[in-house]
T-cell receptor, first 115, second 112 residues
Framework: KAGVTQTPRYLIKTRGQQVTLSCSPI?????VSWYQQTPGQGLQFLFE???????NKGNFPGRFSGRQFSNSRSEMNVSTLELGDSALYLC??????????????FGPGTRLTVL | DQQVKQNSPSLSVQEGRISILNCDYT??????FLWYKKYPAEGPTFLIS?????DKNEDGRFTVFLNKSAKHLSLHIVPSQPGDSAVYFC???????????FGAGTRLTVKP
């Protein structure tokens, strides 16, 4: 069974631009969560989607948004990029809602660099 | 608001010895805890979990201990192997809340 895939793997943008990241979950998984990883901050929860609905959202500004499609694939969008948005963005999929104790499987991440 | 804390950014142990990674949490509503391991250029992989109804869970060389009164959990790796060298994240959640919180990670180095 193929794992979680994320595209692109690397991205370089400039301040003020917007970016869209894509995540394809493991087949059959209906939950997709997004995380931001920065040095010293660990993994910070962005949001979780289940059955095309955002179920929970972390403490990030409205510039960060996402959506999930009927095939469970998910996209994350960041508008008006700031230097501090440079990070590794990870998505994780699970059969059911992740916070309910279901194991998450992570993708390799998208490394975003904002210049 | 860092509800899950891993206060040791790094740990170095000798091959064959025990590695103990620690994690503290502040939210008493957390009732499910997990450890993930992360190698460079890869996403985290699930290692072991424990629910609040237990105080110990063992899987091979890995054992997680939970002390609810102290809001503390630890991961023991015995014996440690060089291949265990990675960043370890602890995570916590509640069954009624979809929000999973992660610590900042501890980089474990196992020296041959």
């Amino acid at each position: 069974k193929a794992g979680v895939t994320q595209t692109p793997r690397y991205l370089i943008k400039t301040r003020g631009q917007q970016v869209t990241l894509s995540c394809s979950p493991i087949s059959g998984h209906r939950s997709v969560s997004w995380y931001q990883q920065t040095p010293g901050q660990g993994l910070q929860f962005l949001f979780e989607y289940f059955s095309e609905t955002q179920r929970n959202k972390g403490n990030f500004p409205g510039r960060f948004s996402g959506r999930q499609f009927s095939n469970s694939r998910s996209e994350m969008n960041v508008s008006t990029l700031e230097l501090g948005d440079s990070a590794l963005y990870l998505c994780a999929s699970s059969l059911a809602l992740a916070g309910g104790g279901d194991t998450q499987y992570f993708g390799p991440g998208t490394r975003l660099t904002v210049l | 608001d860092q509800q899950v804390k891993q206060n040791s950014p790094s740990l170095s142990v000798q091959e064959g010895r025990i590695s103990i990674l620690n994690c503290d949490y502040t939210n008493s509503m957390f009732d499910y805890f997990l450890w993930y391991k992360k190698y460079p250029a890869e996403g985290p992989t699930f290692l072991i979990s424990i629910s609040s109804i237990k105080d110990k869970n063992e899987d091979g060389r890995f054992t997680v201990f939970l002390n609810k009164s102290a809001k503390h959990l630890s991961l023991h790796i015995v014996p440690s192997q060089p291949g265990d060298s990675a960043v370890y994240f602890c995570a916590a959640s509640t069954y009624n809340n979809n929000d999973m919180r992660f610590g900042a990670g501890t980089r474990l180095t196992v020296k041959p």
